[in-house]
């Protein structure tokens, strides 16, 4: 059978394994969707076994499949090391996909890499933001994310970074003639959220004795999609907002927001460095992830 085995067969039923995608694994592998049926099918062909099983458009792995695809992950998992080995002998630039959530990349990430950047000429970073990064991780589109959820997936390695801290904000204009001395004068007023139940709220409800939490109207409280519309809304006195505290420094430090209960601590979420462990051992991602642990910006919080 090893003898039957070619490695662009193989590492075309590789990544069809890992995305479970004819259409994504073809796009990682820049061909059309039929190469890639056509490259399974010569594999199975030329091992003499069916590593695929089909159901009309839906398709899984055999058992055959499963443990050809451990081997696989073993097989290119090493070639990716030996690469990286030789790339780093010659000074080549490596790149590294680097993945976050939206704000925290936009407005943290982006402002503290430079200095690694410019100590580290032979590793080039391209970043992609999204409030999901997960999923472009494990599809290998990603190398690192940086995510405030909590993910334990087999195969991840996981670094804390932070912890942030959430504030309840408002504009001065927006304070003037209120009195606003307790979570739970908040209930009359208007206030910004991700969604109109006002769950976003959650955990600084859960954060307040019971006789202090607010009681929200529907009617007072102004949806927006977005953290930076929320920040841009709370800003020009729209209303009141619960927010992260890494997203507004500037607003604090200038004052165009105010923290309105400085003393309560609100339920935090970590943000953690993620990775699959295969790649944990290269020396460019060994590199960034030690740079980004040993990174402490007032923007945390």
């Given at each position: ?46 091992a003499g076994l ?168 529907r009617e007072s ?14 800003a020009a006195g ?64």
């Amino acid at each position: 059978m090893a003898s039957s085995l070619d490695l662009n067969q193989l590492k075309a039923f590789f990544i069809l394994s890992q995305t479970l995608s004819f259409t994504k694994a073809a796009w990682r592998l820049h061909v059309s969707q039929s190469a890639v049926s056509h490259a399974i099918k010569k594999l199975e062909t030329g091992a003499g076994l069916a590593l695929v099983s089909r159901h009309g458009k839906h398709f899984d792995l055999t058992e055959e499949g499963r443990e050809l695809a451990r081997s696989c992950q073993t097989v290119f998992g090493e070639l990716d090391r030996i690469e990286d080995s030789l790339t780093s002998r010659v000074n080549r630039v490596r790149t590294v996909r680097l993945g976050a959530t939206v704000e925290f990349g936009t407005l943290v990430l982006v402002r503290h890499i430079q200095p690694f950047l410019a100590k580290n000429p032979d590793i080039h970073i391209d970043f992609r933001f999204n409030n999901n990064p997960l999923p472009a991780l494990m599809d290998d589109e990603l190398d690192i994310i940086i995510d405030c959820k909590n993910h334990t997936l087999h195969g991840l390695d996981r670094r804390s970074l932070f912890r942030e801290q959430y504030v309840v904000v408002a504009a001065p204009a927006f304070l003037k003639g209120k009195a606003i001395k307790s979570p739970k004068d908040l209930g009359g007023q208007t206030i910004i959220s991700l969604d109109k139940k006002a769950s976003w709220w959650g955990r600084f409800v859960h954060a307040v004795p019971r006789s202090q939490q607010p009681a929200f109207k529907r009617e007072s409280v102004i949806e927006i999609d977005h953290v930076r519309g929320i920040i841009n809304a709370a800003a020009a006195g729209i209303g009141i907002a619960l927010l992260p505290k890494y997203s507004i420094v500037t607003e604090l430090g200038r004052r165009t927001l105010i923290d309105l209960f400085p003393g309560l601590g609100v339920r935090e979420d970590e943000f953690s460095v993620y990775q699959k462990k295969k790649k944990a051992p290269l020396d460019a991602h060994r590199r960034l992830v030690e740079y980004l642990l040993r990174l402490r910006p007032e923007e945390f919080g």
